[in-house]
Every structure is written in C-alpha cells, then in structure tokens.
C-alpha cells in the first residue's frame, strides 16, 4: 500500500469510528472545570504579578494553589515553581511523609528509574534508606495490583505510605486506571485505615473525568509535573502536590521551612504560566491523546504493536511503540525530533542520563527543556526496543511529527 493510501485509510477509519468524540466531550469537560476555578477564585490580572525574596503575601500564588486544588478535586494544593521536575515533587513528598523507621511500600511495581537513588535502590548517602526509612514493592500481575500480595503485607508489616505510580514509565505494562485504584484503595484502607495512599499522577491529568484525590475514589496525596499535562505547553517549569491539607502541610513545609510551609516562596513571574497552562491543558491534553490514536492506528497497519491501542481507554498521554529493533527504534525517534519546532535540525543519539542504567534515546524539540506534553518520543536501548511517545500542543503539529517518524522507518525498509 502506497504511503499516501495508508494515511487516507487511517483518517477515513477516525472518521467512521468517530474516535476523538470521546476525546472532545472530556476537553469540554475541563474546560469547563477550569474555567469554573478561575471565576470561583476571581482570577485577576493583578494575579500575575510574581513575588521576589521569602514570597510572602503572594495573593497570586495562593490564588493558582485554589484553583489546582479545585481543578483535581483536592483539599488542597501546593503549585510551584520550586521544584524542578516531578521528580523533584515526589522526592519532597516522601521525605514531607516519611519518618525514620517507616515503611515506603509500593504496589505498582519498581517505581521510575530516577528514583532509584531517592528510595535507595541504588546507594545515595541522601536516600529515604539513608534515613532509616524502608522500602519494598510488589508487582502488578496481569496489569491489576497483587492483591493477595497486599493483604500478606500489610497484615504482617505496619506501612506509613503506599505508592502507586499510574504511568508505566520505561516498562511495558498498562497504566493505571482509576477503577483499578478506587478497589484496590477500598481494599487497603479496610486493612489499615490510617495508611496514606500516594499516586504519581504524572502524564495522567484529564484523562479521566475524576481523580486519583476524588472523593469517589479515595487517594490521600497525588504527585504531578508542569512540564507535562497540567502545564499546558506554556509552564517552563514546576509541579505540583494536591490532596488532603494535612499531608499538603506536611510536604509545604519540607519545601520550605517548618513553621512556613506554603506561605512562603517567591512565584517571581511564574503565575501567569501556571494559570495559562492550567487553562490550555484540556485542549493540549485532548491534542495528545488524539495524536497517539493516530499513530497507534497507522503503526498497527504497518505490523507494529503499540500500547495502548487505538481503540483502547487512554489512562496517559503515553503511547508505547515496540520495535523488536534498536535500528527501528533510533529511526522513529530520529523522525520525531526532525518535525520538531526546536532543534530539528539535531540528531538525537543514544546516551547516558542520569538517573537511567540503560543509555536512552530522547527527541524533545521543545520550547522547554525536556517537556513530555509539546511533542516528544523517547526510549532505553534494551529489548524489546520500545519509544514512549508523548504529547503534543496541537493534533496537526503530531501528525506531521508521527508522518515524518513513520517516513523514516519505511525509507530504511
């Protein structure tokens, strides 16, 4: 089948299945969300205007923590631009949480490799492990939690925080979605009521009409980057900490100083991003998802298998490609980051990263260093040869990126 034909079958068949409806009704639901938030909290243009030195009085930033706290069904929230990737976040929340002596448990499996040295997977005289505190884990089976696994655990052991990591990070399991995380909350919490229950959200935000902090489902604390889908392409930086206003506290206050917690820390001129990227993230978010039902669609014509399907829930804006091929997977990447806006010009090659024991291929043609949600595909150089393509800012702008990837593999075949 020729290239041209291939592309004209995979538009007809969005069109006959209607396959972005879905997707066009949730962007229509948080944009309703959002834009209820901002007039809820009385967002003015005043509130742009960012703070210097401790911070204090900063009516904008208090502002932006409502509305983020309203948008994800939160208590509360803690926005800012002090942290510097979603990493960043979680490692503050488990040392806002964790005491000596407690137990760090989690359910989803090894969480992302970058934490390796902040759990002490990997020997870090700064780690959780360095401060007394435990760690251990269980792994999903069948792409659902272990519950037999839990139930032996928890009865045998007290544990202080579970986590659960809703993306797959460099794995080839299925993310998480939030019926699987309402039963298996019900399940912990009727075995140890008291036990706070975390997520790392991150990739996951507005693609399900609830929360992980809903009441409907239960979560105590959830963690998420800025530079992914609540930022909207416009935040340059930040994440977020969103869920019950003691465990917030608890977490501000490990940012900041005990005793000052959220009250301080300059916004200098970040709240106009925050609340702008707030803003356009439904229809970022709705862009990315149908980007990777595109790609999905086209790449399982050509024999590809991809995760998840076309026609399958999206849990994340994460679309896994297996090569089976180290060629195939530097191919597609290569493609990516040639129809990027930045730096398309730049050929990525696999290299060590930090945090990361395989070398890692990564295009990210981005206005903001290492942004997931603009358009971006990476991967580990190990079998089976899987991109994680992510985001994108508009759906004609991941077409183009996912047709010139595609180009790339078939002219090499």
Known sequence: MMFEELVKKVDQKIL???????????ESFYSNKVLKAFKENRVSE???????????????????????????????????????????????????????????????????????????????????????????????????????????????????????????????????????????????????????????????????YLNPTSKEIGCDIMVGSLIKNLGGGVASNGAYVAGKSNLVDLVAERLTVPGQGAEVGPSQNMNKEFLKGLYMAPSVIASSLKTNIFASLILEELGYFTNPKYNEEQVDIVLAITFNNPDKLIRYVEGIQAMSAIDNYVKPVPSDMPGYSDKIIMASGSFTQGSSIEISCDGPIRSPYIAYQQGSLTYQYGRLAVLCAIKRLLDEE
């Open 16 to 26: 006959d299945e209607n396959l972005f409806q879905k997707i066009d009704q949730l």
């Open 46 to 208: 005043t509130d742009f205007h960012g703070t210097t030195g401790y911070g204090y009085n900063d009516t904008g930033r208090d502002k932006i923590d409502n509305v983020f706290a309203n948008v994800l069904d939160s208590e509360k929230a803690l926005v800012r631009s002090q942290f510097i990737s979603g990493t960043h976040a979680l490692t503050v929340t488990f040392f806002g949480l964790l005491r000596p002596n407690d137990t760090l448990l989690s359910i989803s499996g090894l969480p992302y490799d970058t934490l390796d040295e902040v759990i002490g997977i990997k020997d870090n005289p700064s780690s959780l492990k360095s401060f007394g505190i435990h760690f251990d884990y269980i792994d999903l089976v069948n792409n659902d939690f272990d519950y037999a696994k839990i139930e032996d655990y928890l009865k045998r052991r007290k544990v202080k925080v579970i986590e659960i990591q809703r993306s797959r990070g460099y794995s080839n399991r299925l993310a998480i979605n939030l019926d699987k995380i309402k039963k298996v909350v019900a399940f912990i919490k009727n075995i140890q009521k008291d036990i706070i229950i975390m997520v790392d959200n991150c990739y996951c935000e507005m693609t399900d």
